[in-house]
């Protein structure tokens, strides 16, 4: 049991909010490349990934891993990024750190997606039963490629622009605009 349900309904849980959280992040990365600001979409997101890393704490261990060390890395992007665009309202620098600290959020909420793809889907399995060989490197190293490709582009475009006022319902205003 854990937190008061069965491990295997737990799990099922983890996954699901997990699952949504890389959805919801998707679209605010997308939004952000798109130079637009969507205010659920941002909100669920660093709803559901918090939540992601919270439960994440929650399944028993007996010693530090590096999932949980993974989730305080993420709880603190997702943290800074609530700081810059709730209290610091996106002013100045914190434009940057928003798309920045999303970005890594996201990024690592999709490195565990691959990791426990490789534990769990029988193909990926076969191809590095360790979860240590290559092919997990490989898979790892494009993930980190792809974010870090598109965190760039997503930073220049929304640091450098005006904030598009398309689908004012789903976005948010922000000072001075």
Do not use: C
Request: aromatic share 10%; proline share 3%; net charge positive.
């Amino acid at each position: 049991m854990i937190l008061g349900m069965s491990a295997h309904a737990f799990t099922l849980l983890h996954v699901i909010v997990s699952l949504l959280a890389i959805a919801f992040g998707v679209a605010v990365l997308a939004g952000l490349l798109a130079n637009r600001l969507y205010r659920r979409s941002n909100t669920l997101f660093l709803i559901t990934a918090s939540l992601t890393d919270i439960t994440g704490f929650a399944f028993p261990n007996t010693h530090i891993t590096p999932g949980i060390v993974l989730g305080v890395l993420s709880l603190v992007a997702l943290i800074v990024a609530a700081i810059a665009l709730n209290v610091r309202r996106l002013n100045g620098v914190f434009r940057g750190t928003f798309v920045v600290s999303t970005t890594v959020a996201l990024y690592f909420e999709n490195f565990v997606l691959v990791g426990q793809l490789f534990r769990h889907v029988a193909l990926l399995a076969a191809l590095d039963p360790t979860g240590q060989g290559p092919a997990f490197a490989v898979a790892q190293l494009l993930v980190l490629a792809v974010f870090t490709w598109l965190g760039r582009v997503a930073l220049s475009k929304f640091e450098t622009g005006s904030i598009s006022t398309a689908n004012l319902a789903l976005e948010m205003p922000l000072a001075g605009e």
